[in-house]
């Protein structure tokens, strides 16, 4: 069921990102903003929070969302356009393996595929060809995921799919209509606001983490309008300045609790 989740995976944040877009990411804010985000995990949404590390070396670590697309029992670990941040995979083979995934890495070097461009709405997947992620790339996803229809979406810029593009409930699709499958559509009048993180807790809760009012006012007015969910506001002021969003922040897992 869409957004049932049982475990998070993170990544600490390092000192090294501090010298990431030109300089201009405060990084004792940023570590903040991880640790509030990292709390929302375990005690708003209830989940087993599997933190890494920090490793120097990855100065973008922290958005370890773009290393793995987590779909029933199959685990596919990307490869980032960026040659730099391809080390981000390691360790997650083990880390899905012990959770008894399914596992399975792309390794052709003539594909490129961040998680960040790809939506799964439950019933199909949108695969957004970007600057980040190829036609080759997307026909991996496809061939992973055999059991849903797998759809291409372009995305322009420096954008990935998620960046304006996000489930926002079991069939609501905030942003925009990608599909002739019948999708409730809440758009807001901030792009980067329409990334969040709908979740279910318990029987009948709905949560949906999103962009703060500090941050985006107007958008936060259409949650607002969400009388029936549980609104849990989340910064990432300093992330977004090197490309990162609520959804990059962390790998998202629905996994038996016997496992």
Not at 156 to 178: I, N, R, V, Y
Not at 227 to 252: F, H, N, Q, R
Request: aromatic fraction near 6%; proline fraction near 5%.
């Amino acid at each position: 069921m869409t957004g049932r989740y049982t475990h998070a995976v993170v990544r600490g944040v390092p000192s090294s990102l501090a010298q990431e877009a030109d300089g201009k990411v405060d990084l004792a804010k940023a570590q903040r903003e991880s640790g509030v985000f990292s709390g929302i995990l375990r005690q708003k949404l209830g989940l087993q929070v599997m933190e890494l590390p920090p490793n120097e070396d990855l100065p973008r670590g922290q958005l370890i969302g773009d290393m793995a697309i987590v779909i029933a029992d199959t685990a596919l670990i990307t490869r980032p356009a960026n040659p730099a941040r391809r080390k981000e995979t390691e360790g997650l083979q083990k880390l899905f393996e012990e959770l008894k995934f399914r596992v399975y890495e792309l390794t052709d070097e003539s594909a490129t595929l961040d998680a960040s461009d790809v939506l799964f709405t439950g019933t199909e997947i949108f695969v957004g060809l970007s600057k980040w992620t190829n036609l080759q790339g997307a026909e991996v996803v496809a061939k992973t995921y055999q059991d849903y229809a797998v759809s291409i979406v372009p995305v322009t810029g420096e954008l990935h799919l998620k960046s304006f593009c996000s489930m926002a409930g079991p069939d609501t699709l905030m942003m925009e209509q990608l599909t002739d499958h019948h999708y409730e559509t809440l758009t807001v009048p901030d792009d980067a606001a329409a990334n969040c993180i709908y979740a279910r807790v318990g029987p009948k809760s709905n949560v949906l983490v999103h962009r703060s009012a500090e941050e985006y006012p107007n958008s936060v007015q259409v949650f607002q309008k969400l009388t029936d969910y549980t609104l849990v506001p989340a910064s990432c002021t300093e992330v977004s300045k090197i490309g990162g969003c609520l959804t990059s922040c962390s790998i998202l897992i629905n996994r038996k609790p016997e496992f």
